[in-house]
């Protein structure tokens, strides 16, 4: 299975834990990764649409992972789908690009898995902030898989990350 890995980190200088995965997945073989910073600096509105529309078609899961972002995509991300994800080419008569690939989040939060919880502060679940993708996912004839969350990272001892890793190259692998 060919796959695509989308990633976005807002501070990826500041990055650790999206850094590390994005690495373990870039080892593997049949697996892409793209980095929007590193690809796009912080231009919002610069992407090389065709590009990625052609890289999407080539893969048969298009993974996204980033850090939840006050509880949301990463502003770069959000703008990267505004403008990669086209009627015409994603949905619409003639587009159905994206139809029967799978998607797949992944995810980094600063939070326990207890802040994202019904019991919590916020009193939702990470599944429940990730509503917005799931729904695109479906829209646009995609299989939307399980989000993998990665919780508690600030500061996580470099035996966590490596953990991590090992959870994502699994998950990538099945």
Do not use: C, W
């Given at each position: 299975m060919k796959?695509?890995?989308?990633?976005?980190?807002?501070?990826?200088?500041?990055?650790?834990?999206?850094?590390?995965?994005?690495?373990?997945?870039?080892?593997?073989?049949?697996?892409?990764?793209?980095?929007?910073?590193?690809?796009?600096?912080?231009?919002?509105?610069?992407?090389?649409?065709?590009?990625e529309q052609r890289a999407h078609e080539a893969a048969d899961r298009i993974v996204y992972m980033f850090p939840i972002h006050w509880f949301n995509l990463t502003p770069m991300l959000k703008a990267y789908l505004n403008e990669v994800w086209t009627y015409g080419w994603a949905f619409g008569p003639e587009?159905?690009?994206?139809?029967?690939?799978?998607?797949?989040?992944?995810?980094?939060?600063?939070?326990?898995?207890?802040?994202?919880?019904r019991q919590g502060l916020v009193q939702s679940t990470m599944e429940e902030v990730l509503t917005p993708m799931k729904a695109s996912a479906l829209y646009v004839g995609m299989t939307y898989l399980p989000p993998l969350a990665f919780h508690d990272v600030m500061g996580a001892a470099p035996e966590t990350i490596a953990?991590?890793?090992?959870?994502?190259?699994?998950?990538?692998?099945?």
């Open positions: 796959t695509l890995v989308i990633a976005s980190h807002p501070y990826p200088d500041q990055s650790r834990i999206i850094k590390a995965l994005q690495e373990a997945a870039g080892e593997m073989m049949d697996v892409t990764v793209h980095n929007l910073e590193l690809r796009y600096g912080q231009r919002l509105n610069d992407f090389d649409i065709a590009a587009g159905h690009a994206l139809r029967g690939k799978e998607m797949q989040v992944v995810v980094s939060a600063g939070t326990s898995a207890l802040t994202l919880s953990g991590f890793q090992h959870q994502l190259v699994e998950a990538l692998a099945a």
